[in-house]
């Protein structure tokens, strides 16, 4: 990995090139995706395909767009003649990583494009693995065209990261590096993330449910096995207060597994990395929760409010029956680029304050200075920093 990132550094594209005909198995002439590409992709996605794509952007514009909203500028007069308040700045150059290997992912293209969009970004570079002809999946161009982005890189992995972070011929240095990956990719970004800011290590998915005797088994079981065709890592969780919903729950996996295209990378993924438990009450399910930090969490129980209020460290909560996986993996509005790997007790979901900052102003009259000068003038001293205590001094002496 380290010697990945350390080529691309040094070589740029040349290296780009030879890494995406070693990992991904073709040689790509042209790196940037052209505007006739992005063009051809509609005639070959399907109709169906993208209202869909519309529909999901236009209920993640909806919520994202609340979250600037609801952090309008507020200014505090903490004295008479101070105001202290703040203003948002969006991060003007940041990079889109789209995974593309065992699946392509559109949704991850309005998950992180829109909400980059609505903060103000000038400049939104996307990266995504080419296939075997050398082509960025249709799906993922005309995703990218429906959130308005067309600075388009066919590269993908570790090495696309490096590009991101370092910048080469054809690709620009970011300042920030945002979207989900496989662990290469997501290793790859906590190395880079010593030159470069990262949205979060988001890695291999997870799922945790939480279920007691009123849940449904063939839906557990479902959005269980949703997860799992990921890939062979994902990650898949039951802890349940009933036996008979874990013996059922198992007979629908066995049951389901039989109808999925996708059922040899489930079962791998069961195998290494799934559990279905059955704790003594509720309260040592929620214990257990928190100390995963899942990266989705589905609550199904008799009080699935109750349950939330506990829950400290996680990514998106999916309350109740009828709130699939996928539905907050695609249409819902919330976002599915969220912390894996425990990271759920220090980082939050992806949203648009991501993408920029508050930044603070403070302005003081003569009058307002006056009124904190003792303060300053004690702080000052009691840190050893005398200049700081004359910087204020001086404003209220007269020289001559």
């Known amino acids: 990995m380290k010697q990945i990132i350390s080529d691309v550094k040094t070589d740029g594209d040349v290296a780009l090139k030879k890494y995406t005909k070693k990992f991904d198995k073709v040689e790509i002439q042209n790196i940037l995706v052209s505007n006739k590409d992005i063009k051809k992709a509609y005639g070959q996605v399907d109709n169906k395909t993208i209202l869909a794509l519309k529909q999901t952007a236009k209920n993640i514009q909806l ?63 996307m990266v995504s693995p080419p296939d075997l002809s050398g082509k960025i999946n249709p799906n993922i161009l005309v995703a990218a065209d429906i959130a308005g982005i067309n600075e388009i ?64 088994p063939a839906f557990i079981a479902a959005d269980l096995l949703a997860d799992g065709e990921h ?18 729950t198992i007979a629908e996996i066995k049951t389901q597994l039989k109808t999925l295209s996708t059922a040899d990378r489930i079962r791998a993924s069961l195998k290494n990395y799934g559990l279905i438990a ?7 399910a929620i214990k257990f929760a928190n100390n995963y930090a899942p990266e989705h969490l589905e609550i199904m129980t008799k009080d699935n409010l109750s349950v939330v209020a506990q829950i400290n460290n996680v990514g998106s909560i999916f309350l109740g029956d009828w709130t699939s996986k ?72 007269s020289f001559k």
């Open 326 to 397: 996928s539905s907050g993996d695609y249409a819902t509005g919330a976002n599915h680029v969220l912390p894996t790997g425990g990271m759920a007790k220090m980082y939050a979901p992806l949203g648009v304050e991501a993408f920029g900052r508050w930044i603070e102003v403070q302005k003081c009259t003569k009058s307002g200075l006056k009124a904190i000068q003792t303060s300053i003038g004690v702080l000052s001293d009691a840190e050893g920093l005398p200049a700081h205590k004359v910087s204020t001094e001086i404003r209220f002496t």
């Open 231 to 248: 890939a062979e890592d994902s990650a898949c969780v039951l802890v349940t207060t009933s036996q008979e919903i874990a013996e059922k």
């Open 63 to 125: 919520f994202q767009k609340a979250q600037l909203k609801k952090r309008k500028r507020t200014m505090v007069k903490t004295e008479n003649g101070i105001s202290v308040w703040q203003e948002w700045r969006p991060i003007k150059t940041i990079g889109l990583y789209i995974p593309g290997g065992k699946a392509a992912y559109p949704s991850t293209v309005l998950m992180t494009a829109i909400p980059a969009k609505i903060a103000g970004c000038l400049r939104i570079v």
């Open 278 to 284: 059955i704790s003594k009450n509720m309260d040592e």
């Open 153 to 216: 890189y066919s590269v993908g992995g570790a090495q696309a990261i490096a590009a991101l972070a370092y910048g080469t011929k054809t690709i620009p240095k970011v300042s920030k590096i945002f979207g989900p990956g496989n662990r290469f990719v997501a290793s790859a970004k906590v190395l880079v993330s010593q030159d470069v800011a990262i949205d979060m290590p988001a890695g291999p998915s997870e799922i945790f449910i939480i279920a007691d005797e009123s849940a449904n």
